[in-house]
């Protein structure tokens, strides 16, 4: 059997199974079971394939025949300007993710010696992303699930950012210590009772999803230790569901927060807000 007549097989498979994008999926999990890329793959269409890395593919294409995300069976997904290790004990990086490591930029020019600190730090592709394209700030990431901490690890050596950040296994109400000129956090903010109606993928964890009653549970307990862990005029910058602008901008000015900007995704929702510990 040559290679194009694997991607047939597969094409046909996640087709019965109203997968849309078929074409691509089986085109990356083809150069994934072969260990090439897919322009590589597209060359040598007409080359044999073994049956083992036969075999390999098609239980790729049975994993995404039944739902599961790509990038959890690739193992990767490009966030920013890179590429991270994922795997199901993180959430997927999103694409509006990626306006938390645009503000930080906005804030920090190139130069800037700066201590960060993120709340939820998951896969590690928000902390890594800035401290790539901010070469002299430093940060701690935490995470309360020794998993996540684990790939963010993972990715913090993939990056080469070792040497600056230090990721720590704790829950943010444990967390006490230092100062911060910024503090990022992209927390669960998704309702309990909706999360099983937003079609959110089985999955994906749940625990980084599910922000309690009305989702905010976890908004509160980040703003509330920024309050206490952001230096005089530290910026907290963090990622909210689309209806809970109102509400989070109330919480933030209750903590004496101002607020900078309120940032849309690319959707137009309202995604994340900007702020300034006043004193
Ligand atoms: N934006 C994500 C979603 O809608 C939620 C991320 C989060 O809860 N932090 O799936």
């Known amino acids: 059997m040559n290679l194009l007549k694997a991607l047939d097989v597969a094409y046909g498979l996640l087709k019965s199974n109203n997968i849309s994008s078929y074409k691509i999926d089986s085109e990356l999990l083809l150069s994934d079971s072969l ?25 790729k294409i049975e994993r995404r025949r039944a739902n599961e995300p790509i990038a959890y069976i690739l193992k990767k997904k490009e966030f920013w300007k890179n590429e991270f290790y994922i795997n199901k004990n993180v959430l997927i990086p999103r694409p509006e993710t990626e306006h938390l490591v645009e503000e930080t930029l906005n804030i920090f020019s190139k130069n800037q010696k700066k201590k960060l600190l993120e709340i939820g730090i998951g896969s590690g592709c928000l902390i890594t992303s800035i401290l790539k394209d901010r070469k002299n700030c430093s940060a701690i990431g935490i995470d309360n699930c020794l998993k996540a901490v684990k790939i963010a690890k993972i990715n913090a050596k993939l990056h080469h950012i070792t040497n600056r950040v230090k990721i720590i296994k704790t829950d943010v109400d444990n967390f006490n210590s230092g100062k911060y000129d910024l503090i990022i956090s992209n927390p669960p903010y998704i309702d309990k009772h909706q999360l099983k109606y937003l079609g959110v993928s089985e999955y994906e964890p749940l625990k980084a999803l599910n922000g309690g009653i009305n989702g905010i549970e976890m908004l509160i307990k980040v703003i509330n230790k920024s309050s206490q862990l952001l230096k005089v005029n530290g910026k907290l910058i963090v990622e909210i ?29 309202d995604r994340c807000i900007v702020s300034t510990k006043l004193n």
């Open 35 to 59: 260990n090439i890329s897919k322009e590589e793959l597209i060359l040598n269409l007409k080359k044999k394939i073994t049956i083992d890395s036969y075999n390999k593919f098609l239980l």
């Open 241 to 269: 569901g689309s209806d809970q602008k109102y509400i989070v901008t109330r919480i933030l000015k209750k903590n004496k927060f101002y607020i900078n900007k309120i940032v849309k995704d690319l959707s137009n929702y």
